[in-house]
T-cell receptor
Framework: EAGVAQSPRYKIIEKRQSVAFWCNPISGHATLYWYQQILGQGPKLLIQFQNNGVVDDSQLPKDRFSAERLKGVDSTLKIQPAKLEDSAVYLC???????????????FGAGSRLTVL | AQSVTQLDSQVPVFEEAPVELRCNYSSSVSVYLFWYVQYPNQGLQLLLKYLSGSTLVKGINGFEAEFNKSQTSFHLRKPSVHISDTAEYFCAVSEYQAGTALIFGKGTTLSVSS
């Protein structure tokens, strides 16, 4: 089974510029997540989708971050304008929930590393 | 709401020594528990998970963890580590059958030297 695909793997931008990250989840997975992982910290949830609806975006800085999952498959996370503190790895994950065992087992992509100068 | 505390930020060990990475969680409801491993410049890979049943869970690469409900702990162990086990290890929790996202601890860096 193909894994979670993310691109680009690396991106360097200047502050106040914009950037977009793309994620393609495992085929058939209804639930998709974006996490932010700052160096030296654990991943923090930004947004959770189930199909093309938002389940939880309480920790998404909505003044600069936006995400969409059109057609309930792949997803895009955008940052505009970027700040220095947005430097992090952006991880996409997917799970088969609500189908399956009831447990929410996430499979992660390799991540997109953002450096804001 | 749930939270996870990983008690050690760094654990240095010698090759072939045993290791324990400690994890405590807090939750007012039943939970699922997970350990993920992250190698440099890679995403997170599932090591093992506790969903229900036996409290001793075996995972990949010879790792195991024990769920202790009374102590709200889920410590990760390996009897003999290899150089290749050097990585960041994350403990995570999610609410039972709710489909909520995983909440992660801050991670423990395991450094194995010869």
């Amino acid at each position: 089974e193909a894994g979670v695909a993310q691109s680009p793997r690396y991106k360097i931008i200047e502050k106040r510029q914009s950037v977009a990250f793309w994620c393609n989840p495992i085929s058939g997975h209804a639930t998709l997540y974006w996490y932010q992982q700052i160096l030296g910290q654990g991943p923090k949830l930004l947004i959770q989708f189930q199909n093309n609806g938002v389940v939880d975006d309480s920790q998404l800085p909505k003044d600069r971050f936006s995400a969409e999952r059109l057609k309930g498959v792949d997803s895009t996370l955008k940052i505009q304008p970027a700040k220095l503190e947005d430097s992090a790895v952006y991880l996409c994950a997917s799970s088969s929930f609500p189908t399956g065992s009831g447990a929410n087992v996430l499979t992660f992509g390799a991540g997109s590393r953002l450096t804001v100068l | 709401a749930q939270s996870v505390t990983q008690l050690d930020s760094q654990v240095p060990v010698f090759e072939e020594a045993p290791v324990e990475l400690r994890c405590n969680y807090s939750s007012s409801v039943s939970v699922y528990l997970f350990w993920y491993v992250q190698y440099p410049n890679q995403g997170l890979q599932l090591l093992l998970k506790y969903l229900s049943g036996s409290t001793l869970v075996k995972g990949i690469n010879g790792f195991e963890a024990e769920f202790n409900k009374s102590q709200t702990s889920f410590h990760l162990r390996k009897p003999s580590v290899h150089i290749s086990d050097t990585a960041e290890y994350f403990c995570a929790v999610s609410e039972y059958q709710a489909g909520t996202a995983l909440i992660f601890g801050k991670g423990t860096t395991l450094s194995v030297s010869s």
